[in-house]
């Protein structure tokens, strides 16, 4: 797309009035461009109208006018989130007209260098990672994208001396056409999100947009292990950098007898810090800690920085966060486990007998790549939402007996009784441990609602 600047008289819609739709609508407007925002929920679920509106931005609410996308529009800028089957988006691409996504227009306001993490697992932790491993070593570190702020919103703020370190989901890349991180982390791939993207081919090639303008003055990072990822890595312009829990490597971060080391290329092998002291558990958070350290050093972050974040760091929210003990029962919070190979990977990363919380969105999946840790490792079953029969079924054929189901469609109240039920199960030594295998939206607006909601009950035991 053209620089924003040069839509100055034109017209844009930006479909989508949630965080990054509001802010792409305001940058547009504060350069000139006549926007229209539209969004299909009722105007009271857009409570961010009245202030658009406020500031002479039109707004519609409530559906997609057919009026809405017409030849003079310039620039469609899209919510992630919104697929693109909905008829704007469709009716845009017919009459040549460029969607894309706040991505793409906050890339070209920044001036400062941006990291770009992205992947299956791992993104925000890793995100969280580095911009603490940046804010140790002095380097002035923006942290952005679909880990909270709008990067719309910072973009224009930053400098040259800053460093954007901007967490990317398939949905956001999809919608990119020039957008080049000075350095792009592509921590995993796993089958996810596949109501959206149709198939594995196009969730991947979305993720490697990542690297789609990358040059050989670039960084790319990627998990060694991962043979999609693997695969990918011969077709990149980009200087590669793997990272490996599994591999000795001649250039890159790896684990090798428990220690993390970096090797340079050059022959030299430095250690970075014991795997053992690493702030939060679980081996799927040793390789955000590689994958963070190998982003940190290309950026020039010292050795011994990057340990003290590593020792420091005990984890963000929805990320197995321990809500509290009661009567020798552990309750955990793991609410972003929106697959189940998160939540297979936070199973693994707990070593008492656990009582799992799990069920939502479906997209389609069967969940049998659960059946041989809930052998191995579950001791009861809480299912509520729409998979909660088919993961129910997975719970069967392991042989979990101890199994309950939560019916109702009120999300606050499944929550509540499914955290009784759970309780009920467990004993001193136990763990409680929400980690749904699916996402959110059937019954919660958001993951972090219902983790919120989990935390709330837990609390009121």
């Known amino acids: 797309m053209k620089h924003p600047r040069e839509y100055r008289g034109l017209e844009v819609v930006v479909l989508g009035l949630a965080r990054s739709g509001v802010a792409a609508a305001k940058l547009f407007h504060q350069i000139g461009a006549v926007v229209t925002v539209n969004d299909k929920k009722d105007r009271t ?147 996810t999100h596949l109501d959206y993207h149709g198939t594995m081919e196009d969730y991947i090639s979305s993720k490697a947009k990542l690297f789609a303008n990358q040059t050989q003055e670039d960084t790319a990072i990627l998990n060694w292990d991962d043979p999609v990822c693997r695969a990918i890595m011969p077709n990149l312009k980009a200087k590669v950098l793997p990272f490996s829990r599994k591999e000795k490597l001649s250039e890159g971060t790896y684990l090798e007898n428990g220690m993390l080391v970096y090797a340079d290329g050059q022959g030299s092998v430095q250690p970075i810090m014991p795997a053992s002291e690493i702030g939060i558990a679980g081996s799927f958070n040793v390789e955000n800690a590689l994958a963070a350290a190998a982003a940190a050093i290309t950026a020039g972050v010292p050795l011994e920085a990057i340990a003290g974040v590593l020792r420091s760091f005990t984890g963000v929210e929805h990320r197995l966060e321990l809500v509290r003990e009661l009567d020798g029962v552990s309750f955990y919070n793991n609410s972003k486990a929106t697959n189940a190979v998160a939540t297979i990977s936070s199973i693994e990363a707990l070593d008492q007998p656990i009582v799992l919380i799990a069920g939502g969105l479906d997209r389609g999946s069967d969940y049998m790549e659960l059946l041989p840790i809930f052998r191995e490792r579950i001791k009861g079953l809480v299912t509520l939402g729409q998979t909660r029969e088919k993961i129910n079924h997975v719970a069967e054929l392991a042989g979990i007996s101890r199994l309950q189901t939560v019916d109702t469609a009120n999300a606050a109240d499944a929550v509540e009784q499914a955290v009784q039920l759970a309780w009920q199960m467990s004993e001193p030594g136990d763990i409680v441990l929400l980690s749904p295998a699916c996402a959110s939206w059937d019954m919660f607006p958001s993951y972090e609602i219902r983790g919120g909601m989990f935390k709330e009950s837990v609390h009121n035991l």
């Open 45 to 191: 679920a857009c409570p961010e109208a009245d202030e658009l509106e406020a500031l002479g931005i039109s707004v519609v609410c409530g559906y997609h006018p057919d009026s809405l996308v017409h030849e003079g529009v310039a620039l469609v800028v899209k919510n992630p989130g919104i697929p693109y089957s909905v008829e704007p988006v469709r009716r845009a691409e017919a009459l040549g007209i460029e969607v894309v996504t706040e991505v793409e227009v906050a890339y070209l306001f920044c001036e400062a260098p941006i990291i770009g993490i992205t992947g299956s697992n791992g993104k925000t932790t890793t995100t969280t990672l580095i911009g603490l491993m940046l804010d140790a070593a002095g380097l002035k570190p923006v942290v952005a994208g679909n880990i909270g702020r709008a990067l719309t919103e910072a973009a224009p703020e930053v400098t040259a001396e800053n460093t954007m370190v901007v967490e990317l989901s398939s949905f956001q890349l999809k919608g990119t056409t020039s957008f080049r991180p000075a350095i792009g982390l592509l921590l995993n791939l796993y089958e």
